[in-house]
């Protein structure tokens, strides 16, 4: 799948799944559940969450 066919799925821009995928850009919990759906993987098992 292409960054641009992802962010057709999601209603968000290209630019912002290039940003999300360097870890440039934390998504909102509600585009982090869409992404996740749109792979039929839970969401822990698309984003990680690792404190600074």
Do not use: C, H, W
Request: proline share 6%; glycine share 2%.
């Amino acid at each position: 799948m292409t960054q641009q066919e992802l962010a057709d799925q999601v209603n968000v821009t290209r630019q912002t799944i290039a940003a999300i995928e360097k870890g440039k850009y934390s998504p909102s919990l509600e585009l982090a559940f869409k992404i996740a759906l749109v792979f039929n993987k839970p969401l822990e098992e698309v984003f990680t969450y690792n404190p600074k």
